[in-house]
């Protein structure tokens, strides 16, 4: 819960600041903006898997009174992350000058304001790469408070800050992402901060040069994922920022990113669960894992369906003109596979916490070459529209196959799951045909609606049950006792 709220509070300022985005800047501009990001995350996220790693060896030395082992640990990792992060940083500002130079289509004005300040998001890279291992240490110790409360922070100041120095200085793209840079380096030295303070974390550091090994192997096949998936996440956006154009790219990202937001309790159970999972014993991580998927299921089928129901009117109230109905079209269609990416979380987690990174790494190089091509079809075929159907099988099959290869599929969850993908299956036909009916909408999304809540409650495990019904006295007493 404490992870769901650190990723929600983010999503507030995005819902305020994207029209406000859209205003100061332009449209073209904010779908460069998006790509910086997107570029960013993905440099940011490439750390030789030592954030995983670290959590995970941070998780197997608590309980043992000794905190020498996490100072050569955690000090390790990120000196190893630091000097990661400087080739990365020479490496994320030639890519970066060769797409915004002469693979997207972007204004000449654009252009030349992005290219002046890719210098200093450059530099900000070697700070994101040891920021990842500081979290993660944090987080081994299930210090999940203070973490979201840091990044919460970070991502809301990474919005904001450049909103302020556009309306304030300017809207160029030099002054946004100078004022990204900023706010990235405020964000990793806070970070560090927390670390010192909380671990605690010795501020000298303290090497281990057999540590490097050891961190390395367990994070070599979460570096090939962390180079894959980001791709897969990714590589939508500039696809379509290269046939279609910046002006595409806002509209699908704009929809992507509002998707994505629904995968938020998926990835904070994940995260709660991981250190848990790398010190239990396999069959009771195992148990964990077939209960916590469970309540997963029950959790995000009624959220899809209410999303599905309302995401059309949501984007005309929000941003309102073609760019609402472009994007309130494709996320209608990726919805259907967020369904099955969120639950998918839990496998995931799963095969990292047992010491089998190596599995979801080999599904994300197996699937890369025909996303790439369905993709490349997809926007050919249908624009954006095709892009988006694209993506969803990519995710549905990657879902799958997570859940087979970590053998989390008892007969109880299988069955559960295929009355779930129906309800989410009727909602998303009914977006995309007869919901453009008001009352269809309000009668029969509203059925379904209702139909997924009770079922959720049916299926949903005793635990979930549980901790509801105590949030609900507790909410009416709250209540009651602010009336009085």
Sequence with gaps: ????????????????????????????????????????????????GLGRATANAVAKLRGTGDDQPYDATVWTAVVTNGAVGVVWAGLVFGVSRLLIGDVLKIPTQFRHEALTALPLLACVIPLMTMSLVFAGALEGQERFFI????????????????????????????????????????????????????????PVPRLDRALVGHLLRY?????????VSPILSAVDRLVIGAIVGARSVASYAIAANFVT?????????ARALFPRLSMETDAAARNAG?????????????????????VRPFFTVWLGGDIAQAAGRVSEIMLLGIWLNSLAFIPYVFLL???????????????????????WVGLKAGGIDGAAIAWTIRVAADSLLLFF????????????????????????????????VPLLRTVVGGGLLVVSVWWAWRVAPDSIRIVTRRLAVRGVALLQSSTR
Excluded at 26 to 32: D, I, K, P
Excluded at 290 to 310: C, F, Q, R, S, Y
Excluded at 411 to 427: D, F, I, K, P, S
Aim: net charge positive; proline share 6%.
């Design 1 to 48: 819960m404490i992870n769901t709220a650190g990723a929600l509070a983010p999503v507030a300022v995005t819902l305020v600041s994207v029209p406000v985005y859209l205003h100061v800047i332009g449209q073209a501009r904010y779908g460069l903006l998006a790509i910086v990001w997107v570029l960013l995350g993905y440099f940011g996220l490439f750390d030789f």
């Design 147 to 202: 973490v979201n409360l840091l990044q919460t922070a970070g991502a809301v100041l990474t919005q904001l800050l450049p909103l302020g120095a556009a309306i304030l200085i300017g809207p160029s793209m030099t002054v946004v992402l100078a004022s990204v840079a900023i706010a990235l380096t405020v964000s990793t030295l806070a970070t560090f901060a927390a670390c010192v303070r909380f671990m605690p974390l010795d």
């Design 219 to 227: 994070g070599g096949w979460v570096t090939v994922s962390g180079i």
């Design 261 to 269: 937001r629904l995968s938020i309790p998926a990835g904070s159970l």
């Design 290 to 310: 077939d209960e916590a998927a469970a309540g997963l299921l029950a959790i995000v089928t009624p959220m899809v369906v209410t999303a599905l129901v309302l």
């Design 353 to 375: 916490a047992r010491g089998r990174p190596d599995v979801p790494a080999k599904l994300h190089v197996a699937e890369l070459p025909p996303y790439l091509l369905a993709l």
């Design 405 to 436: 290869f970590a053998r989390l599929y008892s007969r109880a969850l299988a069955t559960n799951a295929a009355v779930g993908a129906a309800l989410v299956a009727a909602a998303c036909i009914g977006a995309l045909t007869f919901f453009s």
